[in-house]
């Protein structure tokens, strides 16, 4: 191996060895009487959890050829609540308006754990939402044509899961619901997360003001910015999914970090923001249980980590709602058989590799009419959803 060939591979080395030795530091701690009280410190911060009611009919069952014991795929749902119930959640003034699904993104995670990918269901679309069974026996009445979002509003997460369980076919392993105050703890706990603005935002109506251009946001800035849909997106409530698909995989790639990771302070910072904000089911209730968890995502590179939206159409009676398209259900089935995504549904997908500059992660050929259109087509989706091309 030359020698510029070793000096590339220093600063690489140096991180991991940063890394390495960051966590024996915490280990050494831990054994010498702390892990107890971080522990239940961070314990204490997790309220409880349900066991999930699955929506009838849907079942586990394991891939075709695995053995019993074998990793499994698993299908996570994420959900951002609008609640303004609880410490730094009432964001605008408006007091206790219920609850409803601000954000919900199906994550699937293949058997190897080597690729995730997560859909976003937008909170608009108008679906028919089946009975849904909650804690105590007690069913919530389904509804045609309402939308999506109502389900998290009569039913909690609870009914969120059996709604895209029937909806879709796929088996909901675990869910996690995450507050405004909470995501503003967690961006807050890594010294904020990267963006790329194409304009500068002045929204007087709603207090939000943006400069433009690669930006580090932090507290409320990256609520607003997540929560936008008047000025930065002109395709409304779609646009506004691509950039909170930006905005995690961001901060993925940010939490993922050496620099947060060498950080032992700042990593009990980012866990005690999560601990502190989250409902889960009675699979995740612990942080043994959130660890083991994190950690079927070790073999997983940032650049198999994708974000996309369901396939969508304008609901004719509405222009101001949308429906999933025909083709979604073709994305169920790649998720039920543990299949990638493919060229079809990544097309515009962002990753969490390099999520405000995509010129950094090519998929195409320049050269290739076909695959220099499609990076047109993308651009102008960047820049409809506010984000940079």
Sequence with gaps: MSTPDRATARPHRRTVWQVIVATQLVLALLTAGGVVLLYRALNDNIAPGEDIAHAPGVEKTPMSGTDAG???PMNIL??????????????????????????????????????AYGVSLPRDAIIDRPDCKLRGGEIVPGASAVMFNTAF????????????????????????????????????????????????VSDYEHNIFFDAGTQVLTGQDALNYVRERYQLSVTGDIGRMKRQQ????????????????????KVYGFVDAVTSSIQVDSKLDSVGKLVRLALEFRNTGL???????????????????????????ELWQRINDDQQLGKDFSADSITAEDPVDPSEQPTTDPKDP?????????????AAAGLCA
Aim: charged letters at 25%.
């Design 370 to 382: 076909q695959d220099e259109q499609e990076q047109e087509q993308e651009a102008a989706d960047r």
């Design 303 to 329: 650049a198999k980590i994708k974000f996309i939206t369901v396939p969508v159409a304008e609901y004719e009676p509405d222009p101001n709602r949308l429906i999933w398209t025909s083709d979604a259900d």
């Design 246 to 265: 930006a905005f995690i995989a961001s901060m993925t790639n940010k939490v993922l970090s050496a620099g947060t990771l060498s950080q032992p302070t």
């Design 70 to 72: 074998d990793d499994q």
């Design 78 to 115: 994420l959900m951002g609540s609008d609640s303004r119930a609880g410490a730094g959640n009432d964001i605008d003034g408006l007091g206790d308006i219920g609850q409803r699904a601000d954000t919900t993104i199906l994550l699937h995670v293949s058997a190897n754990r080597r690729n």
């Design 153 to 200: 509003a009569v039913g909690g997460a609870q009914c969120a899961v059996q709604t895209v369980e029937a909806l879709t076919g796929v088996f909901i392993d675990h869910f996690v619901v995450l507050d405004f105050n909470g995501f503003k703890a967690m961006v807050d706990a890594v010294d904020g997360v990267e963006v790329c603005i194409p304009k500068a």
